[in-house]
């Protein structure tokens, strides 16, 4: 680190996990999950459920920042920063590499997804939230994302949770079926250029942030969406 003045990682649970342990070992405080870099000291971060905008500035002669990565444009080419590879250093120690289990899809990885399919609660069944999510999501080439509700009630995996507790998107679209709107999925996804809510719920939050909404039991919406888009060719 001695050549260093910053590490950054993005806000995914594996760089939620090492960069706190790396900040508590340099003694200085993590910055979490920026969304803008202002200077080489301050950034702006979400806080209260990204209801608002906090401007940081650091003091820190070494800095810990983990950062919401679909806030930010890809870099594209032509950088001029230098890549080094670095050796990792002796093992502490105190623990053991046991094993490494990844879930491959043929989908989009959902943080970096341009679009999302979600399913909520209304789904009702994991036999159901497949029948009706992913053959969409399939269809327009999206990524899986599923509500907190959801993911509690057994019908997708957590690899799949949208929201506070779960991963934080900004794609291109996103798709929410059945899915109410409460406040720590909003924080989750309100980001999103487009959001389209089918919701049979005319008072459901999401409404509140969805760009198209549409009043409809998603039994029927869904499959006419589906034809629809066989129809367009795609």
């Known amino acids: 680190m001695a050549n260093y003045d910053a590490v950054l990682t993005p ?3 594996q760089g939620k996990n090492f960069s706190p342990r790396l900040a ?3 003694d200085v405080a993590q910055i979490s999950e920026i969304v803008e870099v202002v200077d080489g000291a301050t950034f702006v971060r979400p806080i209260y459920a990204g209801n608002a905008l906090e401007t940081v500035k650091s003091s820190d002669a070494k800095k810990v920042i983990t950062v ?5 444009k890809a870099a594209g080419e032509g950088g001029s920063a230098t890549v080094e590879s670095i050796s990792a250093g002796p093992g502490a120690g105190k623990t053991t590499f046991v094993s490494q289990q990844l879930v491959k899809s043929a ?3 959902l943080t970096a997804a341009k679009i999302v399919v979600s399913g909520g609660r209304a789904m009702g069944s994991a036999e159901e939230f497949q029948r009706v999510i992913e053959p969409l999501a399939d269809k327009l080439g999206a990524a899986v994302g599923a ?7 057994g019908y997708a ?5 949208v929201g506070q507790t779960g991963k934080v998107v900004a794609p ?3 798709v929410a079926i059945g899915i109410s709107g409460a406040i720590q999925h909003l924080a989750g996804m309100k980001d999103s250029k487009v959001i389209v809510a089918i919701n049979k719920d005319g008072d459901a939050p ?3 942030v969805a760009d198209y909404g549409l009043v409809a039991d998603y039994k029927a919406a869904v499959p006419e969406l589906m034809d629809a888009l066989t129809a367009a060719g795609v």
């Open 11 to 13: 806000a995914t649970s």
């Open 24 to 26: 508590a070992k340099l």
């Open 68 to 72: 919401r990565a679909t806030a930010f």
């Open 107 to 109: 989908r989009p990885e």
């Open 147 to 153: 509500s907190r509700a959801a993911v509690d009630a």
């Open 157 to 161: 995996p957590n690899d799949y949770q």
């Open 172 to 174: 291109e679209l996103y």
């Open 206 to 208: 999401i409404f509140q």
